[in-house]
């Protein structure tokens, strides 16, 4: 299973660091079948600027993510008899206005986007993945009426899970980007300690299984400190529940991050018992998105694949 559905360069994600071209070369030397590569989507407010971007025009994101668009067709090109590249987007919704820029960005770029991965980083506008403090200004923000640390969470989770569920209602990505990253920066939280919030899992899970949505399970967590990937267990239970079915993902930040606990990722995997693993693969036949991409199975007991070989228990 030398997949991966979500990565990031530094030539074209601030955040991150190296060149795309070294990232895809990583890969290769790896043994990657299958590697996405999805740069994060513009945002478009100047508010919406992370710190270090701070000395950039907004209109700049734009501009380099049609240039990430063109060189990853580049080296979709060049190495295509090394590995198959697959070019998406990461999705962002800070405001309504950026579901609507989507739609026209997608449009505009048609099927030199291949695939979504729909993530949300943002709740009431704040980017809940920085830093602690900003993640608590985003708590605050939603739960001033609240009394209680309980209720807060609560009414935090609910408009995360509302904002990921129109997401996937307008657009359908085809892999679900860490389903539970509300919670980064509470490990422990359990959903089904908040009833409302239980419901509203189960609902984005039934919804994204039935247009046909694979859950990437991506290893990034386990660099923040998570001692599993997202999604944590009880997510992958009510996923296992409804029949969904699971990719996979290094959500890499640069070639030194190429496959990162993918060896964890594999025990976890073995650990909650999921067994068939999928990836995704262009086609013919327009998906419920209208783009060309469909699941494919990885056929027979995947940790027996070589690339596992050293990496997992056999
Ligand atoms: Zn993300
Ligand atoms: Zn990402």
Known sequence: MPHSHHSHSGQFCKH???RLEEVVLEAIRQGFEVYGLTE???????????????????????TQFDAFIDEAHRLKKRYEMKIALLIGLETEYIADSDLDALDVLLKRLGPRVEYVVGSVHHVNGFPIDFDYDTFR???????????????????????????????????????????DLCRL???DLV????PSVAEKVERNVRYTIE?????????????????????????VEVILKHGGRFALSDDSHGPHAVGLNYHRLAE????????????????E??????????????????????????????
Not at 226 to 231: E, L, N, R, S
């Open 185 to 187: 920066y509470t490990p």
């Open 191 to 194: 959903f089904s300690d908040y």
């Open 137 to 179: 200004k985003s708590v605050e923000s939603v739960s001033r009426d609240t009394s209680t640390e309980e209720q807060a969470q609560e009414r935090f989770l609910s408009v995360y899970l509302d904002a990921q569920y129109r997401l996937f209602q307008r657009f359908h990505p085809e892999i679900v980007g860490h389903f």
């Open 40 to 62: 994060h989507m513009p945002r478009y407010r100047t508010e919406d600027l992370y710190p270090e971007e701070a000395k950039m025009a907004v209109e700049e994101l734009a």
């Open 16 to 18: 991150a660091s190296g």
């Open 268 to 283: 976890y995997l073995r650990a909650v018992g999921v067994s068939e693993l999928w990836y995704l693969q262009r086609c």
């Open 211 to 235: 247009y046909g949505a694979l859950f990437e399970v991506n290893a990034a967590a386990f660099r923040k400190k998570w001692d599993t990937p997202y999604p944590g267990r009880d997510i």
């Open 285 to 314: 036949t327009p998906n419920s998105a209208g783009r060309n991409v469909r699941p494919v199975r990885v056929d027979g007991e995947w940790w027996k694949h070589t690339f596992w070989n050293g990496r997992v228990a056999q």
